[in-house]
């Protein structure tokens, strides 16, 4: 095994370091379930409030297994669809950043296994997955049908009800989603989901960053086979976009927010925003 230790980058943003320059040793270690878990033991360690990499694991890999669990009547392709979501994204590291209990928005929930994990995870958290695909939705409301703590909706973020009657989401957390948005949309959601959020409320945001360059064309890869070949992603152009981006959105959406990398042991350039709405 290479040793992987946390550091910061020249930028000062977090990562989990090592694995960037071996990207060999990376898809090899993806063959291994069992690694992958090794590396992504490093977790966020939010409880406390501390924004730094800690070696303790938040979430044990059995709520990944009970989250898959809940498509075993799905069709083949939607279990291998799901299967492969997992293996090839950190969902339990992004899983470790929403807060135990409240009321959680999961925008662009395709098929509902980050829903299923959150409300496997904690059945204090109330969670509501939202998505436009009519199919998407279908399958989620199935995979949780023995879950008392979720419902789906089926739409967009301007769907969603707004918080006139009470004090909004205690968080809001959005997958892979806003590469499919041009950049109008993207600033648009954001400004959403700053209406939605209770004051004290956090959004969490993943995304694919545009660098290091082999890891962006294989995730460049995966999605134009994805959304432009296969049409098994709702969206037509891809949108992807960088740190410096992404934080300049957020800001003048209205808040503040810190970066994470969390691609060690990956080939796709993940990414964790962890942002939380400015007075
Ligand atoms: C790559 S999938 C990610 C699904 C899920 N978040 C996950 O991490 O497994 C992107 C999802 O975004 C949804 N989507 C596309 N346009 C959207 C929009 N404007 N608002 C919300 N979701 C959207 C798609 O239907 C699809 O389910």
């Known amino acids: ?27 090899l270690l993806l063959q291994f379930e069992g690694a992958s878990y090794r590396t992504s033991r490093l977790a966020l360690d939010l409880q406390d409030g501390i924004d730094t990499m800690s070696t303790a694991s938040i979430t044990p890999p059995v709520d990944i297994r009970r989250a898959l669990a809940c498509f075993r009547d799905q ?21 470790a950043a929403v807060p135990p209990h409240g009321r959680i928005l999961d925008l662009g929930c395709g098929h509902g296994l980050f829903v299923n994990l959150l409300a496997l995870s ?31 909706l089926r739409g967009r973020v301007d769907d969603v009800p707004g918080p006139e009657q009470d004090r909004g989401f ?15 949309e993207k600033a648009a959601v954001l400004r959403r989901c700053r209406e939605l959020l209770a004051p004290d409320g956090v959004l969490v945001l993943k995304t694919n960053d545009t660098r290091p360059r082999w890891k962006y064309g294989v995730v460049r890869l995966e999605e134009e086979l994805m959304v432009r070949a296969l049409g098994l992603t709702l969206g037509g152009q891809l949108h992807f976009r960088g740190i410096p981006e992404y934080t300049a959105m957020l800001r003048v959406a209205g808040f503040s927010s810190r970066v994470y990398k969390i691609d060690a042991g990956r080939p796709a350039p993940h990414r964790l925003y962890i942002c939380r709405p400015l007075p």
Not at 82 to 92: E, Q
Not at 170 to 177: F, G, H, M, N
């Open 1 to 27: 095994m290479l040793p992987i230790t946390p550091r910061a980058d020249s930028s000062g943003i977090l990562c989990q370091g090592g694995l960037d320059e071996h990207p060999v040793a990376t898809i």
């Open 170 to 184: 205690d968080a809001i957390t959005i997958l892979d989603v806003l590469y499919l948005l041009p950049d109008e």
């Open 122 to 152: 904690s059945p204090e958290r109330d969670v509501l997955g939202v998505d436009p695909s009519a199919e998407k939705i279908r399958v989620a409301s199935r995979s949780s049908r023995a879950l008392q703590n979720v419902r789906y």
């Open 75 to 95: 069709p083949p392709f939607v279990r291998l669809f799901v299967l492969a979501r997992h293996l090839l994204a950190p969902l339990r590291r992004v899983a």
